[in-house]
């Protein structure tokens, strides 16, 4: 099956504080991007997605970058708070129509 | 609420059995709905795309006859492991497209096979 990635970073910030979690996609060609959220033991949660033509969409309390140039991606969460706490996925797909192919996640723990 | 259902979330089976895996699509019928798997602290895999009333389409790798997969009504997907294996054990997720808005899936709530 296809996936991106075998290994799990993990970020840790203090509570108030905000996060940044980055994520490297692998196809050029892909038109959509989509942060997951998964907590423990739980399928994956929508929580903001940006479209190519976009270099940034705000949500409440979360923000995705987008720079197709380096085929990047992030999310930013303002003031995290303990209920942030969960592994976050960017996932890719090349149509709207396409498979949907996540990164290999990121652990974000916060410090109360 | 959940508008993916997954059942059951949880099961212990014997190596040698096979264990049956149920998906629900609870607002709206769906003729695509997705597998995947996950490993411990890994990423999600896709392991096969399901199609109401025709065959599964399987990614590289995964092995169809050990997968079943059916998707036998535009509400209901099912996946069967069979003859499991310890390294079976794993969260498997199913997933269809479309959120209230959005470009991804929405997911179910997974199950966790354990095979002993």
């Known amino acids: 099956g296809e996936s991106v990635g075998l290994h799990l970073p993990t970020l840790s910030v203090q509570e108030g504080d905000n996060s940044i979690i980055n994520c490297a996609y692998s196809n050029s060609a892909s038109d959509y991007f989509i942060w997951y959220k998964q907590e423990s033991g739980k399928g994956p949660q929508f929580i903001i997605d940006i479209r190519s033509n976009m270099d940034k969409r705000q949500g409440q309390r979360v923000t995705v970058l987008l720079n197709k140039t380096v085929k990047h991606l992030s999310l930013q969460i303002a003031a995290t708070q303990p209920g942030d706490s969960a592994v976050y996925f960017c996932?890719?797909?090349?149509?709207?129509?396409?498979?949907?192919?996540f990164g290999p996640g990121t652990s974000l723990s916060v410090i109360p | 609420g959940a508008v993916v259902s997954q059942h059951p979330s949880w099961v212990i089976c014997k190596s040698g059995t096979s264990v049956k895996i149920e998906c629900r699509s609870l607002d709206f019928q769906a003729t695509t709905m997705f597998w995947y798997r996950q490993f411990p602290k890994q990423s999600l895999m896709l392991m096969a795309t399901?199609?109401?009333?025709?065959?599964?389409?399987?990614e590289q790798g995964v092995e169809k006859d050990k997968f079943l997969i059916n998707h036998a009504s535009l509400t209901l997907s099912t996946l069967t492991v069979t003859s499991a294996h310890p390294e079976d054990s794993s969260f498997y997720i199913c997933s269809r497209t479309g959120l209230p808005k959005g470009y991804g899936y929405t997911f179910g709530s997974g199950t966790r096979l354990t095979v002993v």
């Open positions: 996932a890719e797909r090349k149509t709207s129509y396409d498979k949907v192919i």
């Open positions: 399901s199609n109401e009333g025709s065959k599964a389409t399987y």
